[in-house]
């Protein structure tokens, strides 16, 4: 009998896998900054801003989380564990920025849900000088729905006096958090005052159009926003450098950080406060009269890339089905799964329907194909910002490698358009499983976009 129920649950396991449980997952960022060897340092009376991120464990689960404590909102389970050298516990005095939803928080698969607090300079002036790890807390052991204590990685922070000379850089980093931390309160005007103070000061820097970019963000003014990040990325970049001085050697360009391009992204979401255009004077054409119509404006036609027409209808083509990378610009816009089937990108530019890495680096892409197949070319679709591809790898099932390409992509392709990297080479002499494309992400002022990428079959 129990040889019996032991082969029952036997067969159950491994008719029915047991899956592992979804469960929260808690990212911490203080003052823009996540965990990393060296401590975060924070001058004394400086703000202090930290977002909790809330994901669920599992992005390609489709089931929710359900965050929900016995007494009070979600909010309340959430803590932020402050302690010092000695591992002695400290109360730093966090306040949670505007009003969080009350009750319980369903974590989404695709979705982020962020909690910000913040600590005023006039706190901060009281720290002693040392260091001290922070760590965020999601305490549910008794939740109503997911139970359980989940931690967030720990960041250390070094908090020291005011330096006496500080460089630019300092004082223009410092300068944009008071910004962030005036938005926060509320205060926009004192905001707009930090802002345009930066702008006269060095309107090189990028700290300056990037507190502009934040403080017409909080206006809702989307067009004035979009014009002082997109000077923001080219100040970080060293591209607008490079137009204002007009060296004869050009400088390599600089890695843009990912929060200039979050921000941006951010932008583009905003509703449009363009006015109407107006008709311009003495131009009754331009005007709609109550019984009559417009000039008929002819319409725009779209760039019609050749290969477009040709590859994707090539019947020895084959589209990627699985899909991972290095890094991720966003989840689940811009990850490696953007990457996955046939084009679906229909214009150039930034578009979350394809593939993104995080800038700065080398980075890379794998793409994984149904059936190995021997292999004599690799076409790979770029949607924005071509010609970061140093190498092309072709893996076997069992292991072995040879790479197809290796270089750099000497193209010279059509401004603002959509591209296409084409390499041919004889039959590969085993059937191919998997490809993976590595980019000098750094060797562009912005991220090198991949929306689909196909191998050819040998004949």
């Not at 204002?244 to 406060?273: C, G, H, N």
């Not at 589209?319 to 084009?343: D, M």
């Not at 197949?373 to 071509?386: D, E, G, K, L, Y």
Request: glycine share 6%; charged share 20%; net charge neutral.
């Amino acid at each position: 009998m129990k040889l019996s129920v032991l082969i029952f649950f036997l067969i159950v396991n491994v008719a029915f896998p047991m899956t592992e449980p979804v469960s929260p997952d808690v990212g911490l960022r203080i003052n823009g900054h996540a965990s990393a060897p060296a401590p975060l340092p924070l001058s004394r009376g400086e703000p202090v801003i930290a977002e909790v991120a809330l994901r669920t464990s599992s992005r390609d689960s489709a089931q929710p989380v359900t965050l929900e404590p016995p007494v009070g909102g979600w909010v309340t389970s959430i803590k932020l564990i402050v302690t010092n050298a000695s591992g002695g516990l400290e109360r730093w005095p966090f306040v949670v920025v505007g009003k969080p939803s009350g009750g319980a928080l369903t974590l989404q698969p695709d979705r982020v849900t962020t909690l910000v607090l913040r600590i005023e300079p006039t706190n901060t002036a009281a720290f002693v000088p040392g260091i001290y790890q922070v760590v965020a807390r999601l305490d549910l052991a008794d939740g109503r729905s997911w139970r359980g204590v989940t931690e967030s990685e720990a960041i250390d922070v070094a908090v020291s006096l005011p330096p006496v000379a500080p460089t630019d850089a300092d004082l223009a980093s410092r300068k944009l958090f008071r910004v962030r931390d005036a938005l926060l309160a509320g205060e926009l005007e004192r905001a707009q005052s930090a802002s345009d103070e930066m702008m006269k000061a060095n309107f090189r820097r990028p700290e300056g159009p990037m507190a502009m970019a934040l403080v017409y963000e909080a206006k809702g003014d989307r067009r004035k926003a979009m014009v002082y990040v997109d000077v923001a990325i080219a100040c970080v970049s060293g591209s607008a450098e490079r137009m204002l001085t007009k060296d004869a050697v050009e400088t390599p360009l600089k890695p843009i950080p990912s929060e200039y391009f979050d921000l941006r992204r951010r932008i583009e979401q905003m509703p449009s406060t363009d006015p109407e255009p107006q008709p311009l004077p003495g131009y009754p054409d331009n005007v709609v009269a109550a019984a009559g119509k417009a000039s008929p404006v002819p319409p725009v036609k779209p760039v019609v890339n050749a290969d477009d027409q040709k590859f994707p209808l090539d019947p020895h083509g084959r589209w990627a089905a699985g899909a991972e990378a290095s890094s991720e610009l966003g989840t689940p816009k811009f990850s490696a799964r953007q990457a996955l089937g046939p084009p679906n990108v229909t214009t150039y530019g930034h578009h979350g329907e394809a593939w993104s890495s995080k800038p700065g680096g080398e980075a890379w892409l794998k793409l994984t194909y149904n059936t190995p197949m021997r292999i004599s070319a690799v076409r790979v679709r770029q949607t924005f910002n071509p010609g970061a591809m140093v190498k092309v790898e072709a893996f076997a099932a069992d292991g072995r490698t040879i790479v197809l390409w290796s270089g750099h992509d000497t193209t010279v392709y059509p401004p603002n358009q959509i591209a296409w990297f084409a390499t041919t080479f004889p039959p590969t002499s085993f059937p191919v499983q998997s490809i993976t494309l590595t980019f000098d992400a750094a060797s562009l002022p912005g991220p090198d976009e991949i929306d689909a990428v196909q191998i050819i079959t040998a004949p």
